[in-house]
Structures are given as C-alpha cells and as structure tokens.
C-alpha cells in the first residue's frame, strides 16, 4: 500500500494523470485486500478440516478473525483515506476557480481606475496633436494697450475651442487643464490651478490634429487674436507630452448618491 501511495505522489505534475492512478490505485488496492480475505477465509476452512479437537479449532478461529477484521480495518482506512483525499481535491479546485475569477475582476476593475484617472486628467498622457503659443503684441496700441496682451478669457476661449474640436487633453504652459480648473486674472498675473504664469502661454493638445487644426481657421480665435497683433504660433506634433493634474478634486455641495 505504502508503494502504491508514493507512485501517486511521484506523479503531482498532472492533475489528470494523478486522478487516474489515483483511481487506479484504489481499485487494485480493493482487490488485493478482497483477495486477502478470500484467502483467509479458505485457509480457515482447510485448519478446521485438518485440526483435531475443538480447542485448537476455537483458538485457529479466534486469531484468524482477528487477522481478518485487522485487513478489513486497514481496507476502510484506505477507503475513508482515498474519500477524504478527493473532497480536498475538490476543496483546492473550487478555491483555484474563485481565485481566477477574483483575479479577473481585479483586473476589470484596475482598468476602470485607470481609464478613470486618465479622464480626470490624473495620469501623465502621450499623443499627437497640436503646440500653440500666444504671446503679448511686440507693440502696444496707444489706443487700447489691453488689446495687445493675453488675458485669461482669451486662454478660456481657446480652451474651450479645442475641447469642441474633440482634444483629449489640454495644458498651458505645463498645468493641466481638468474639470475644476480655474484659469484667472489676479491683476497683472494669471493663474492656473492656483499657480501664477506668463507670457508667452505655450497651450498643448492632445486629439485628432486634422479637427484640432480647425481651431485656427479663419473667424476663429486664434485669428481673432493675431488681429489684434496678438503673437501666434500653430504647429502639429505627433509627440505631445502632457503632465498630470496635481492639484485635488473637491466638492462643496456635490453628494455621492448611496445606491441600495
């Protein structure tokens, strides 16, 4: 029996293989132990034919019996042994099949975070698209020197072209611009994200260049602009670089609403 057991253990590497000697196993084992019986019980036959006296006999019986019943035991060990064996089996698949499926919704749901943090603009991204740069007049109107200089609603405006133009994603001068962004004059500085820029604005993004290129046709704002000697410069690039918002994303009447 102990052979029989360490074949079943040289063979781990196939869980088929190892289920079909198992089974194996088992059945020649069954027989062997079926056949011991048999054996015995025609050698109790033979001793009672061939031994005289009644005490003898009693006392052939008595140890037979035990032999007997000793092979029997051992045969329902092997038996509950094997039983239990299979159910442990069926234990570790069950849990191998949960782990799979686990792992597989793990996966589905860090590729949600991670579509999600793209389109909150909390990933560094990578695309073609286009490089704008917008820089104050090189003269000044005597007559409306606000005219010759970038404001924050002239980068508003050009933001909010580009993203009808289908942009994916959108920087001035390395800040991300993402849902919350405030883009403002606070006197003479402008500030992003609450963080102060300059003059010249370089303005990045990331889309289609071929629609994002419509944003520099005539009547639209950038033309507006270089009218009003406004500085522009439009270029395509298929290798735009955009940083990640980091800043952080707050609500002040915005509630999440608990599905039930």
């Not at 933001?159 to 962004?181: P, W």
């Not at 410069?233 to 980091?246: H, R, V």
Request: glycine share 6%; net charge neutral; hydrophobic share 35%.
């Amino acid at each position: 029996m102990k052979d029989f057991y360490l074949i079943s253990v040289q063979i781990r590497g196939s869980k088929t293989v190892r289920k079909d000697w198992n089974n194996m196993n088992k059945k020649i084992i069954s027989l062997i132990l079926g056949l011991m019986c048999v054996v015995l019980s025609y050698g109790i036959a033979v001793q009672i034919k061939t031994i005289n006296g009644t005490e003898s006999i009693i006392s052939t019986n008595s140890k037979e019996n035990e032999l007997r019943d000793a092979i029997l035991r051992t045969k329902e060990n092997y038996d509950n042994l094997y039983a239990n064996e299979e159910k442990a089996e069926k234990l570790l698949e069950d849990e191998r099949k949960s782990a799979t499926e686990n792992n597989s919704e793990l996966a589905e749901i860090q590729e949600n975070i991670k579509t999600l943090s793209t389109q909150l603009g909390l990933t560094d991204v990578t695309g073609k698209g286009v490089i704008i740069k917008v820089d104050d007049a090189m003269v000044q109107s005597t007559f409306d020197p606000n005219s010759t200089i970038v404001h924050d609603a002239d980068l508003i405006s050009i933001v909010n072209e580009l993203k009808n133009a289908g942009a994916e994603a959108i920087s001035i001068n390395d800040q991300r611009i993402v849902s919350n962004t405030v883009i403002e004059c606070i006197g003479a500085v402008i500030k992003i994200n609450g963080q102060r820029v300059g003059a010249p604005f370089t303005i990045k993004a990331i889309g289609m260049p071929e629609l994002l290129k419509n944003t520099y046709r005539n009547g639209g704002y950038l033309k507006v602009l270089e009218g009003d000697r406004i500085q522009v410069d439009f270029k395509t690039s298929d290798n735009i670089t955009i940083p990640k918002y980091t800043g952080t994303y707050k609500f002040e009447y915005a509630q999440t609403i608990n599905n039930k």
